[in-house]
């Protein structure tokens, strides 16, 4: 079973900060996403990555195989990007999820 | 750009009544799934739908649930006789290709309340 874990659980930012999200899960994985979820609940994929790093435009996303961890990054965080922020990993033919993270960016 | 619709949007049923969700995925996705997520909970699997047959089932997928690609189009999740705990926000979601290599494209829900 793979457990994946995400912290925090709750994030508050002022308009422009750097944003780090972290997620860690326990067992060998082909792939991680990070997934973002809107307070009317839809889910939109952000990136999905086996290693190394991804960037689109102002999110940036990293995984670190070996320590079985990956960040999400938002650089100049503006009000719009909050959003429930979800990791999930493929582990056979599904997708484990974290409980996410709730980001609020403030003006 | 093509996107995955989910009706109804929210549905309504009292306990012990069988519930159809609907879900019509991206065409040329092959592999399809339904998760759901109880409210303040996180998502969880429910089923993943390869070549018309399920390739995978959580525990929470038992025999009230069923899954059906009847027509090439629509993908359907079918709970028989629904309990209370079953009231949660259902996604469907398709990918083109294996899990392993691909994104997942969800559909905006159905939230499915029963009482």
């Known amino acids: 079973k793979n457990e994946v874990e995400q912290s925090p659980q709750n994030l508050t930012a002022q308009e422009g900060e750097f944003i780090t999200i972290n997620c860690s899960y326990s067992v060998g994985i082909s792939a991680l996403h990070w997934l973002q979820q809107h307070p009317g609940g839809g889910i939109v994929s952000l990136f999905m990555?086996?290693?190394g790093k991804k960037k689109h435009g102002r999110l940036i996303a990293t995984i670190n195989i070996q320590e079985k961890h990956s960040s999400l990054h938002i650089t100049a965080s503006h009000p719009r990007d909050s959003a429930v922020y979800i990791c999930?990993?493929?582990?056979?033919?599904?997708?484990?999820f974290g409980t996410g993270t709730r980001l609020q960016v403030f003006p | 750009e093509p996107e995955v619709t989910q009706t109804p949007s929210h549905q309504v049923t009292q306990m012990g009544q069988e519930v159809i969700l609907h879900c019509v995925p991206i065409s040329n996705h092959l592999y399809f799934y339904w998760y759901r997520q109880i409210l303040g909970q996180k998502v969880e699997f429910l089923v993943s739908?390869?070549?018309?047959?399920?390739?995978?089932k959580s525990e929470i997928f038992d025999d009230q649930f069923s899954v059906e690609r009847p027509d090439g189009s629509n993908f359907t999740l079918k709970i028989r006789s629904t309990k209370l705990e079953d009231s949660a926000m259902y996604f469907c979601a398709g990918s083109s290709g294996t899990p392993s290599y691909n994104e997942q494209f969800f559909g905006p829900g159905t939230r499915l309340t029963v009482l």
């Open positions: 739908f390869y070549n018309n047959e399920i390739s995978e």
């Open positions: 990555l086996s290693s």
């Open positions: 999930a990993v493929t582990w056979g033919d599904k997708l484990i």
